[in-house]
Structure formats: C-alpha cells, structure tokens
C-alpha cells in the first residue's frame, strides 16, 4: 500500500499533546481527512492556529487538520492513534465509541505495558495494535509542540497476529512512513514494550522521587546504585512475567543512564508531581509493585520510591 492509497482514509489523532501532536503534525501535513480529538483551550488553539511543531528531527511544520473536534464528536475513522495519559484511556475509549467500527485500526502511543490490551477489552472492536514510541517532545504554553533530540522513532506490532492482523500492522507502518515518521514492525512486541518500560520505571521513577536532574543522580553515587537497582527489579519482574528481557537489553538501557542522557533531562513524572499535575505515577511505578507482590518478586528499591512518591503525587 502505497502513500496516496492512505489520501481517502480517515485517520484520528486523539490527545495532540507531546507524544500525539508529533504524530499528528506529520500525519496532518502528509494525508487529507485528518481529525484532531481535543478539548478545551487546546482545542479552540488548534481551530484558530492549526497544529504548530517545532521539531530537531524535521524543522518547523505547520498542519491544518480537517476537522478538530471533541472527542465524543467524532465519526467513523479507518485508523485512530490514542495519544493520551494513561490514566485517560478508559474514558478516551468509552468517548470514542462511536468513532470505531469493526474494520477500525486503533493503535494507542501510550506509556505503560497494557494499553492494547486495556483498549481491546473496552472498545471490544475494531483492530489494536500494540505500540511504543521514544521520544522527547512536549506540549508548549501556546499548545505548540516541541520534539528535541535525533530520535523519534515507533515500534508497532502484535503479539502472536495472524495474517490478517499482520497485513494490519503493515499497513499501519506504511501509513507512518508515508508522512516521514520512523516506524518499524516487531512480532515480539511485548518484548520491545518492556525493554522501553523497564526504561521508564528508574528514569521517570528515580527522576521524580529524587526531584534531580539525571546529571544530579549520575553525579552521586548512591543514587546511581538505586536507578541501576530499579532496572534490574523491573527486569526481573518482566521475567518472572515471561518477557524475553535480555542482558544487552539491560546493558543498552543503563548505557543510555551513564553516557547518553543529558546531564539536564528530566522526566514526564518529574514534571507532572512539581507541578501539580495529574501523574502517571501507578503507570511508571504502582503497577510494577503489584505485579512484583503477585509474582513474589522483591523489589525493594521500586517499593521505596512508590511510598514516597505517593505522598506528593497526584494520581
């Protein structure tokens, strides 16, 4: 399926924040009937000033959606991309009931390890495709978008498809190609899902609980053992779960900690508490300590910073 076949379908983008308004941006400067969901402020920005993306990976891009709507507004889609919070899903999926139809391809660009299948069972429609994205982009004061860094890069798949599912998956993967947008397939999607959350669980975790800078944690000692503590718990949790986690994926991840990273980044969560903002929180680490407790895996590091995140966040 080439690039013009994709000019006749309709695509949605809901939540056109960091994550999904870098998406939406390069689907909405490449194809024609494309709906942006959103609400409020942001909402009323997008109609009077389009979708605005300033990005180190492909310059300054303007897009004008064809319609910009709320959620609960919008119609039949062919390929709807949720790009919202975690703790958003449930209500996103209900609000978009009328939106999917069973040929529907939804494919939620979410943190966590469970938004496919937590969209299967509520929407109990349509195609879902399981996704991860890394990425460093964030929504602005004048709800533009800034994408920073060389790397902007989705994995998508299904965990044991068929070959119908499979044609889906490509399918989507020619769909983001066609508007520039570095995508890959992976039929052991989980394994790549965990690798990005295990990733996520001691950057936004030890970030957040220290309220440091990675140039702060990278620079003391003991709070370099406990973000190397907190991968490995999760590793271990993602094993005991029956992920194929392996050593050079531990090895990359903490590569990127020691000698990647800039000695200013911060992290989503970090943010989210300081500011008082909604978190997810129970995504980056409250899920990871349930599933330890049910598979009897000590994470004693995990379990720490949980308690004393959850004295100041907002979940």
Not at 51 to 72: C, F, K, R, W
Not at 118 to 139: C, E, H, P, Q
Request: charged share 20%; with cysteine.
């Amino acid at each position: 399926m080439n690039q013009m076949n994709f000019q006749n379908k309709k695509i949605a983008v809901i939540g056109p924040g960091g994550v999904g308004g870098y998406l939406a941006a390069m689907i909405g400067k490449t194809y024609r009937h494309v709906t942006l969901g959103a609400r409020g402020a942001r909402l009323q920005s997008l109609r009077e000033n389009g979708l605005i993306l300033h990005s180190d990976y492909h310059g300054e891009i303007t897009a004008i959606p064809e319609q910009i709507l709320p959620t609960e507004e919008i119609g039949p889609q062919d390929y709807i991309f949720i790009c919202v919070k975690n703790y958003s899903l449930e209500e996103v999926c209900h609000n978009l009931n009328s939106a999917v139809t069973d040929q529907t391809v939804i494919i939620p660009v979410m943190n966590g390890t469970d938004p496919g299948d937590r969209t299967r069972n509520i929407l109990n429609k349509g195609i879902v495709i399981d996704s991860l994205i890394y990425i460093i982009a964030f929504s602005n004061q004048d709800f533009s978008i800034s994408q920073q860094g060389d790397i902007a890069r989705l994995v998508i798949g299904i965990e044991n498809a068929s070959e119908e599912q499979w044609m889906r998956v490509e399918e989507v993967s020619a769909l983001l190609s066609g508007a520039g947008i570095d995508c890959s397939t992976a039929h052991d999607i989980q394994t790549e899902i965990w690798r990005k959350y295990i990733l996520n669980c001691a950057y936004n975790v030890a970030t957040a609980c220290y309220e440091n800078t990675i140039g702060q944690i990278r620079n003391d000692p003991d709070k370099t053992r406990n973000y190397e503590a907190l991968v490995n718990e999760a590793r271990q949790v993602a094993l005991a779960k029956g992920i194929g986690i392996k050593q050079e994926h531990i090895d990359a991840i903490l590569y990127q900690f020691h000698h990647i990273y800039g000695n200013d980044a911060t992290s989503s969560l970090q943010r989210d508490i300081l500011q008082g903002h909604k978190s997810e929180l129970e995504t980056f680490s409250g899920y990871l300590v349930r599933e330890a407790g049910k598979l009897h895996v000590p994470v004693p590091v995990s379990e720490q910073m949980y308690r004393e995140l959850k004295k100041k966040a907002i979940v």
